[in-house]
């Protein structure tokens, strides 16, 4: 009975469910609960053409979006050692990893790219928040130094598109250290007068909003994004004060003046090329 129970039947549930998810032709908006077709979701972009509900969407996806089509050019990354501290909770860091590269086909929570946007040349590092929450370690500070580095090598402008939880915990002190990190490459760009554009997606939280994400020459969000350093909960008990509904969300942030344009999905290509344009119209 042991053997069904610990080897036959979770081998069937796991055949049941991918069978599942591969019949499934309609998604539920989780904003407004209507009832999307799949193809049609993907084809606006993971946008609910009801409720305007911005969706995930993965780093891959946002790259295509944004690029002119076969101009994307992948940044590599150096190998590094993944498991610094041998960190275990309820289960070991390395295999967290090793399960989340299963799952997402990605070496970490951000890609990297150089590529030309409507014939305009910058790099783009994106992050994917399904790959361990989007949480920012050694990795993904790596990445954004050697994006800045490229973006000044070739002398355009960099975009950043956070999708993440803040500083990846099982990487402690080393996750922590990515926050000064990454502002130092960051300021880089400002001392060779390079353009740097954050589009805050949903969500940019903790260490992420902390550093490089609010350093940006102009700061994007997407419609409804949640944006901030502590949780709404976390807040409301320090302060003791009922927070607005749309706090710490995209509109409400442009409105206090954290935030300079909330664009929709479908509209970010043209205006982030209208953007660096201008911005950098005397460069070159």
């Known amino acids: ?18 069978k599942e998810n591969e019949e499934t032709l309609w998604i539920k908006c989780k904003n407004c609960d209507q009832m999307i ?29 944004l690029f002119d089509e076969n101009t ?35 070496d970490d929570a951000i890609l990297t790219y150089y590529g030309l946007i409507n014939k305009t040349p910058c790099v783009i590092s994106c992050f994917d928040f399904s790959f361990m929450g989007g949480s920012m370690g050694r990795a993904v500070g790596n990445s954004i130094i050697t994006a800045t580095n490229e973006a000044v090598k070739r002398k355009c402008a960099l ?9 990846r915990m099982q ?6 250290m ?3 990190r990454s502002v130092i490459a960051i300021n880089q760009l400002k001392e060779n007068s390079l353009p740097y554009i954050v589009l805050l997606t949903n969500p940019t939280t903790g260490g992420v909003t902390a550093s490089f994400a609010m350093l940006g020459d102009i700061h994007i969000a997407e419609p409804g994004a949640i944006i901030g350093f502590a949780g709404r909960r976390v807040i409301e008990k320090t302060v003791k004060e009922n927070l607005p509904e749309d706090f710490q969300k995209s509109e409400y942030l442009k409105t206090h003046g954290m935030v300079d344009l909330v664009i929709p999905r479908h509209e970010q290509k043209k205006k982030i090329s209208d953007i660096i344009k201008i911005l950098t119209h005397n460069i070159n």
């Open 178 to 180: 990515q926050l000064p």
């Open 72 to 106: 994307p050019e992948k940044i590599e990354q150096n190998p590094i050692k993944e498991d610094p501290l041998n960190f275990k909770d309820l289960k070991k860091y390395s295999d967290r990893i090793k399960d989340a590269k299963n799952k997402t086909n990605l």
């Open 37 to 65: 077709f799949h193809k049609e979701f993907k084809k606006n972009h993971n946008v609910c053409k009801s409720c305007n509900y911005h969706g995930y969407i993965s780093a891959y996806d946002r790259i295509k979006l």
């Open 159 to 167: 975009i950043i598109i956070p999708s993440s939880g803040g500083a």
């Open 1 to 18: 009975m042991n053997w069904i129970k610990e080897t036959v039947l979770p081998k069937f549930k796991a055949f049941v469910k991918q």
């Open 171 to 176: 990487e402690g002190i080393f996750s922590l």
